[in-house]
Protein backbone atom coordinates (compact mmCIF):
# COMPACT_ATOMS: atom_id res chain seq x y z
CA UNK A 1 0.00 0.00 0.00
CA UNK A 2 2.76 2.05 1.12
CA UNK A 3 4.57 1.77 -2.65
CA UNK A 4 1.83 3.08 -4.22
CA UNK A 5 0.78 5.60 -2.05
CA UNK A 6 4.63 6.98 -2.73
CA UNK A 7 4.62 6.24 -6.69
CA UNK A 8 6.05 9.28 -8.51
CA UNK A 9 2.65 11.39 -9.31
CA UNK A 10 3.38 11.04 -13.19
CA UNK A 11 2.71 7.26 -12.97
CA UNK A 12 -0.30 7.73 -10.71
CA UNK A 13 -1.82 11.06 -13.02
CA UNK A 14 -1.26 8.74 -16.29
CA UNK A 15 -2.72 5.91 -15.32
CA UNK A 16 -5.64 7.51 -13.61
CA UNK A 17 -5.92 9.56 -16.84
CA UNK A 18 -5.82 6.55 -19.10
CA UNK A 19 -8.52 4.17 -16.50
CA UNK A 20 -11.21 6.77 -16.12
CA UNK A 21 -10.71 7.49 -20.13
CA UNK A 22 -11.03 4.19 -21.27
CA UNK A 23 -13.84 3.26 -18.64
CA UNK A 24 -16.17 6.04 -19.88
CA UNK A 25 -15.17 5.45 -23.76
CA UNK A 26 -15.89 1.37 -23.69
CA UNK A 27 -18.67 -0.06 -25.71
CA UNK A 28 -19.09 -3.29 -23.95
CA UNK A 29 -20.54 -5.03 -20.85
CA UNK A 30 -17.17 -7.01 -20.02
CA UNK A 31 -14.55 -3.78 -19.82
CA UNK A 32 -17.16 -2.32 -17.69
CA UNK A 33 -17.27 -4.78 -15.48
CA UNK A 34 -13.18 -5.31 -15.53
CA UNK A 35 -13.48 -1.40 -14.61
CA UNK A 36 -15.61 -1.85 -11.80
CA UNK A 37 -14.29 -4.94 -10.16
CA UNK A 38 -10.68 -3.83 -10.22
CA UNK A 39 -11.60 -0.16 -8.59
CA UNK A 40 -13.78 -2.62 -6.23
CA UNK A 41 -10.90 -4.57 -5.13
CA UNK A 42 -8.52 -1.61 -4.65
CA UNK A 43 -10.83 0.59 -2.23
CA UNK A 44 -11.42 -2.94 -0.20
CA UNK A 45 -8.01 -3.24 -0.10
CA UNK A 46 -7.51 0.60 0.46
CA UNK A 47 -10.10 0.50 3.53
CA UNK A 48 -12.17 2.89 1.19
CA UNK A 49 -14.85 0.18 0.74
CA UNK A 50 -17.03 1.49 3.50
CA UNK A 51 -20.00 3.94 2.26
CA UNK A 52 -19.68 2.70 -1.41
CA UNK A 53 -23.21 2.12 -1.61
CA UNK A 54 -24.07 5.35 -3.34
CA UNK A 55 -22.09 3.42 -6.26
CA UNK A 56 -25.06 0.52 -6.24
CA UNK A 57 -27.46 3.15 -5.65
CA UNK A 58 -25.91 5.35 -9.42
CA UNK A 59 -26.15 1.92 -10.90
CA UNK A 60 -29.66 1.15 -10.17
CA UNK A 61 -31.08 4.94 -10.46
CA UNK A 62 -29.41 4.86 -13.93
CA UNK A 63 -31.07 1.45 -14.88
CA UNK A 64 -34.52 2.78 -14.19
CA UNK A 65 -34.29 5.97 -15.54
CA UNK A 66 -33.33 4.66 -18.84
CA UNK A 67 -36.32 1.56 -18.08
CA UNK A 68 -38.53 4.21 -18.30
CA UNK A 69 -37.67 7.05 -20.28
CA UNK A 70 -36.48 5.38 -23.32
CA UNK A 71 -38.62 2.91 -24.87
CA UNK A 72 -36.40 1.42 -27.71
CA UNK A 73 -35.70 -1.87 -28.63
CA UNK A 74 -36.65 -4.65 -30.44
CA UNK A 75 -37.80 -6.76 -27.27
CA UNK A 76 -40.98 -6.22 -25.20
CA UNK A 77 -41.36 -6.96 -21.86
CA UNK A 78 -44.62 -5.39 -21.23
CA UNK A 79 -46.78 -2.58 -22.44
CA UNK A 80 -48.63 0.81 -20.03
CA UNK A 81 -51.00 1.74 -22.91
CA UNK A 82 -48.84 2.27 -26.33
CA UNK A 83 -45.38 2.46 -24.34
CA UNK A 84 -43.45 -0.90 -24.52
CA UNK A 85 -41.16 -1.30 -21.90
CA UNK A 86 -37.66 -3.15 -23.39
CA UNK A 87 -35.37 -5.27 -22.37
CA UNK A 88 -32.59 -3.49 -24.81
CA UNK A 89 -33.44 -0.35 -22.11
CA UNK A 90 -32.79 -1.98 -19.07
CA UNK A 91 -29.68 -3.37 -20.08
CA UNK A 92 -28.32 -0.56 -21.40
CA UNK A 93 -29.18 1.68 -18.03
CA UNK A 94 -27.24 -1.10 -16.32
CA UNK A 95 -24.81 -0.66 -18.83
CA UNK A 96 -24.34 3.30 -18.06
CA UNK A 97 -25.00 3.17 -14.58
CA UNK A 98 -21.98 0.22 -13.92
CA UNK A 99 -19.72 2.58 -15.89
CA UNK A 100 -20.96 5.59 -14.09
CA UNK A 101 -19.86 3.51 -10.75
CA UNK A 102 -17.15 2.25 -11.89
CA UNK A 103 -16.28 6.27 -12.81
CA UNK A 104 -17.11 7.33 -9.19
CA UNK A 105 -15.15 4.15 -7.85
CA UNK A 106 -12.03 5.06 -9.50
CA UNK A 107 -12.36 8.72 -8.29
CA UNK A 108 -12.56 7.47 -5.11
CA UNK A 109 -9.87 5.76 -4.91
CA UNK A 110 -7.82 8.39 -6.33
CA UNK A 111 -8.04 10.68 -3.55
CA UNK A 112 -5.89 8.12 -1.60
CA UNK A 113 -3.40 7.71 -3.85
CA UNK A 114 -3.75 11.02 -5.93
CA UNK A 115 -3.43 13.23 -3.32
CA UNK A 116 -3.65 17.04 -3.59
CA UNK A 117 0.71 17.63 -3.45
CA UNK A 118 0.84 15.15 -6.42
CA UNK A 119 -1.57 17.49 -8.29
CA UNK A 120 0.60 20.73 -7.44
CA UNK A 121 3.39 18.94 -8.22
CA UNK A 122 2.26 18.10 -11.57
CA UNK A 123 0.61 21.56 -12.66
CA UNK A 124 2.60 24.06 -9.96
CA UNK A 125 5.17 25.20 -12.38
CA UNK A 126 3.17 24.72 -15.63
CA UNK A 127 -0.41 25.67 -14.79
CA UNK A 128 -0.24 27.39 -10.97
CA UNK A 129 -3.78 28.08 -11.43
CA UNK A 130 -5.08 24.71 -12.57
CA UNK A 131 -2.75 23.06 -9.59
CA UNK A 132 -4.29 25.46 -6.92
CA UNK A 133 -8.21 24.50 -8.02
CA UNK A 134 -7.13 20.71 -7.95
CA UNK A 135 -5.80 20.93 -4.99
CA UNK A 136 -8.57 22.88 -3.02
CA UNK A 137 -10.97 20.65 -4.52
CA UNK A 138 -9.77 17.34 -3.43
CA UNK A 139 -9.39 19.11 -0.19
CA UNK A 140 -12.94 20.24 0.34
CA UNK A 141 -14.82 17.38 -0.84
CA UNK A 142 -14.29 15.48 2.24
CA UNK A 143 -14.60 18.25 4.26
CA UNK A 144 -17.98 19.18 2.73
CA UNK A 145 -19.23 15.36 3.10
CA UNK A 146 -18.02 15.58 7.17
CA UNK A 147 -19.63 18.86 7.41
CA UNK A 148 -22.90 17.85 5.70
CA UNK A 149 -23.02 15.10 7.83
CA UNK A 150 -22.52 17.53 11.19
CA UNK A 151 -25.02 19.85 9.85
CA UNK A 152 -27.60 16.89 9.71
CA UNK A 153 -26.82 15.56 12.91
CA UNK A 154 -27.01 19.40 14.75
CA UNK A 155 -30.23 20.03 12.77
CA UNK A 156 -31.69 16.09 13.65
CA UNK A 157 -33.40 16.33 10.20
CA UNK A 158 -36.62 14.58 10.03
CA UNK A 159 -38.06 16.20 6.96
CA UNK A 160 -36.90 17.08 3.29
CA UNK A 161 -37.18 20.37 3.73
CA UNK A 162 -35.17 20.15 7.52
CA UNK A 163 -32.74 17.90 5.03
CA UNK A 164 -32.70 20.81 2.02
CA UNK A 165 -31.58 23.50 4.50
CA UNK A 166 -28.93 22.01 6.36
CA UNK A 167 -27.84 21.05 2.79
CA UNK A 168 -28.21 24.62 1.49
CA UNK A 169 -26.39 25.65 4.91
CA UNK A 170 -23.50 23.61 4.18
CA UNK A 171 -22.84 24.42 0.56
CA UNK A 172 -22.78 28.08 1.84
CA UNK A 173 -20.16 27.34 3.94
CA UNK A 174 -18.24 25.60 2.22
CA UNK A 175 -18.47 28.05 -0.92
CA UNK A 176 -17.38 31.21 1.72
CA UNK A 177 -14.43 28.80 2.92
CA UNK A 178 -13.57 28.53 -0.70
CA UNK A 179 -13.26 31.56 -1.27
CA UNK A 180 -11.58 32.60 1.56
CA UNK A 181 -8.83 30.80 0.81
CA UNK A 182 -8.42 31.76 -2.71
CA UNK A 183 -8.13 35.49 -1.51
CA UNK A 184 -5.77 34.23 1.03
CA UNK A 185 -3.74 32.67 -1.93
CA UNK A 186 -4.23 35.69 -4.22
CA UNK A 187 -2.95 37.78 -1.33
CA UNK A 188 0.10 35.52 -0.74
CA UNK A 189 0.87 36.23 -4.38
CA UNK A 190 0.64 32.67 -5.67
CA UNK A 191 1.07 32.20 -9.28
CA UNK A 192 2.01 35.65 -10.00
CA UNK A 193 6.11 35.06 -10.79
CA UNK A 194 7.99 31.99 -10.94
CA UNK A 195 9.01 30.55 -7.50
CA UNK A 196 10.82 27.66 -6.69
CA UNK A 197 9.60 24.18 -4.90
CA UNK A 198 10.51 21.76 -2.78
CA UNK A 199 9.33 17.65 -3.60
CA UNK A 200 9.80 14.05 -2.06
CA UNK A 201 9.36 12.53 -5.37
CA UNK A 202 12.35 11.44 -7.60
CA UNK A 203 12.03 9.75 -10.76
CA UNK A 204 13.55 6.65 -10.78
CA UNK A 205 14.15 3.32 -12.74
CA UNK A 206 11.31 1.64 -11.23
CA UNK A 207 8.74 4.50 -11.87
CA UNK A 208 10.10 4.92 -15.44
CA UNK A 209 9.51 0.94 -15.67
CA UNK A 210 5.97 1.09 -14.59
CA UNK A 211 4.65 4.44 -16.52
CA UNK A 212 6.16 3.01 -19.64
CA UNK A 213 4.02 -0.45 -18.43
CA UNK A 214 1.00 2.04 -17.96
CA UNK A 215 1.55 3.62 -21.54
CA UNK A 216 1.67 0.45 -23.42
CA UNK A 217 -1.15 -1.22 -21.41
CA UNK A 218 -3.79 1.66 -22.59
CA UNK A 219 -2.00 2.56 -26.14
CA UNK A 220 -2.54 -1.64 -26.80
CA UNK A 221 -6.24 -1.02 -25.21
CA UNK A 222 -7.11 2.16 -26.82
CA UNK A 223 -5.85 0.68 -30.45
CA UNK A 224 -7.74 -2.53 -30.00
CA UNK A 225 -10.70 -0.38 -29.34
CA UNK A 226 -10.37 1.58 -32.20
CA UNK A 227 -10.29 -1.88 -34.35
CA UNK A 228 -13.77 -2.64 -32.87
CA UNK A 229 -12.05 -5.05 -30.42
CA UNK A 230 -14.35 -5.99 -27.38
CA UNK A 231 -17.73 -4.23 -28.72
CA UNK A 232 -21.37 -5.25 -27.98
CA UNK A 233 -24.52 -3.38 -29.84
CA UNK A 234 -27.80 -2.52 -27.36
CA UNK A 235 -30.10 -2.13 -30.34
CA UNK A 236 -32.60 -2.79 -31.81
CA UNK A 237 -31.45 -6.15 -30.44
CA UNK A 238 -29.01 -7.61 -28.02
CA UNK A 239 -25.51 -8.55 -29.29
CA UNK A 240 -23.92 -11.60 -28.21
CA UNK A 241 -20.48 -10.95 -26.02
CA UNK A 242 -18.03 -11.34 -28.72
CA UNK A 243 -15.01 -14.03 -28.16
CA UNK A 244 -12.80 -13.42 -31.14
CA UNK A 245 -9.81 -13.26 -30.82
CA UNK A 246 -8.85 -9.44 -30.66
CA UNK A 247 -11.82 -9.45 -28.19
CA UNK A 248 -10.05 -11.87 -25.90
CA UNK A 249 -6.58 -9.62 -26.00
CA UNK A 250 -8.36 -7.06 -25.52
CA UNK A 251 -10.73 -8.09 -22.44
CA UNK A 252 -7.05 -9.93 -21.02
CA UNK A 253 -5.03 -6.61 -21.53
CA UNK A 254 -7.61 -4.14 -19.90
CA UNK A 255 -8.47 -6.54 -16.78
CA UNK A 256 -4.62 -6.58 -15.90
CA UNK A 257 -4.49 -2.97 -16.76
CA UNK A 258 -7.51 -2.53 -14.20
CA UNK A 259 -6.18 -4.73 -11.96
CA UNK A 260 -2.60 -4.00 -11.53
CA UNK A 261 -2.98 -1.33 -8.34
CA UNK A 262 -4.33 -3.57 -6.54
CA UNK A 263 -1.82 -6.61 -7.25
CA UNK A 264 0.69 -3.77 -6.16
CA UNK A 265 -1.12 -3.20 -3.25
CA UNK A 266 -1.87 -7.11 -1.86
CA UNK A 267 2.02 -7.67 -2.70
CA UNK A 268 3.37 -4.93 -0.52
CA UNK A 269 0.24 -6.12 2.14
CA UNK A 270 1.79 -9.60 2.10
CA UNK A 271 5.47 -8.39 2.36
CA UNK A 272 4.67 -6.21 5.56
CA UNK A 273 2.91 -9.31 6.60
CA UNK A 274 5.99 -11.55 6.25
CA UNK A 275 8.35 -9.01 7.53
CA UNK A 276 5.86 -8.85 10.53
CA UNK A 277 6.18 -12.30 11.24
CA UNK A 278 9.56 -12.98 11.15
CA UNK A 279 9.99 -10.20 13.38
CA UNK A 280 7.88 -11.87 16.21
CA UNK A 281 9.77 -13.98 18.63
Avoid at 220 to 249: E, K, N, Q
Amino acid sequence: MRKLERMHPAVCFAYLLAVLGMTALSEGPVLVLESLSGAVLLAALSGRLRGAWWTAAIAAAAALVNFLFVHNGATALFFVGDLAFTLEALVYGLFTGIMLAAVCMWGNNAVRYVTSDKYIWLFGRVLPAAGLVLSCAIRFIPMFIRRTREYFAVSRCTTVRGYLRAFSASVGYSAEQAMDSAVSMRARGYGTARRTSFSLYRFTRGHAAALAMVLALSAGCIALMMCGAGGFWFYPALSGIRTHFADVVMYCVFGWFCLAPSAVVAADMLRLRKYTKEDKP
